[in-house]
């Protein structure tokens, strides 16, 4: 009887989402995407496969004029893709990597957002399987963090913005792959691929009178984001 109900309790699961799906093709509004969100999030872990043959349209949805939504979609995008398997999981973060310099500002603010939830979901999972190793030494995950860290200097408060969340996603869910460099007297600046590196720009960010208070928050975030993840961290204060 037990088992029973679990499966009528899922399959009212199954069809609350189809609809939630439907109606977010007919409009793309933020309850749909929030209901969407949820229901994947908190749902059977089974149910993110569901739509692993649909990434194309969160693709599509991260062009939206919305920045919540795009915000929202990207965390959709990280829940779908971390239960993929390793080829399908390769394949949806090199398309979105692909598209970055071709799309317009708005795509690109969604499609870095996606690459954050992506890569941070995909490190939490491989630390609860014991494979945090081999994530962390990826060498797309090594090339999609060094990109954010090098967004961090784009002209566009939205990409910086993007960067910074995605960044804090990271820092959170477990060491970034980055060398953590030397402090050196004699120069101003210390490497940008480095721990050390990222975590000047961030403050640099925080402190700066010319960004704008949102940024700041957003890099404040980050730059605590850093510590969660990496209990090593050596750069703490």
């Not at 009212?12 to 994947?40: C, N, P, T, W, Y």
């Amino acid at each position: 009887v037990i088992a029973d109900g679990g499966n009528k309790k899922r399959e009212l699961i199954v069809k609350f989402i189809d609809l939630v799906e439907r109606l977010l093709k007919a409009s793309a509004g933020m309850s749909q995407a929030l209901a969407l969100l949820h229901f994947i999030g908190a749902g059977p872990a089974d149910i993110g496969k569901k739509f692993a043959k649909k990434m194309d349209w969160f693709k599509y949805l991260l062009d939206n004029t919305r920045e919540e939504f795009r915000e929202t979609i990207a965390a959709v995008y990280g829940l779908v893709s971390a239960s993929l398997s390793e080829q399908e999981f390769d394949k949806a973060v090199t398309d979105l990597t692909r598209s970055l310099k071709e799309k317009q500002l708005e795509y690109q603010h969604g499609a870095i957002l996606a690459l954050g939830h992506s890569f941070g979901r995909r490190l939490l999972l491989a630390r609860l399987s014991e494979a945090q190793d081999k994530m962390a030494s990826a060498d797309i995950y090594v090339k999609i963090t060094k990109m954010m860290v090098s967004s961090l200097d784009n002209s566009h408060n939205l990409i910086i913005s993007a960067a910074c969340l995605s960044l804090a996603e990271l820092g959170r869910s477990g060491p970034l792959p980055l060398e953590a460099g030397e402090v050196k007297e004699t120069e101003d600046k210390a490497e940008a691929d480095t721990k050390l590196g990222l975590v000047t720009k961030l403050l640099a960010l925080v402190k700066s009178g010319k960004t704008s208070m949102k940024i700041r928050e957003k890099a404040a975030l980050a730059a605590g984001s850093l510590c969660l993840g990496d209990k090593q961290f050596p750069f703490r204060r």
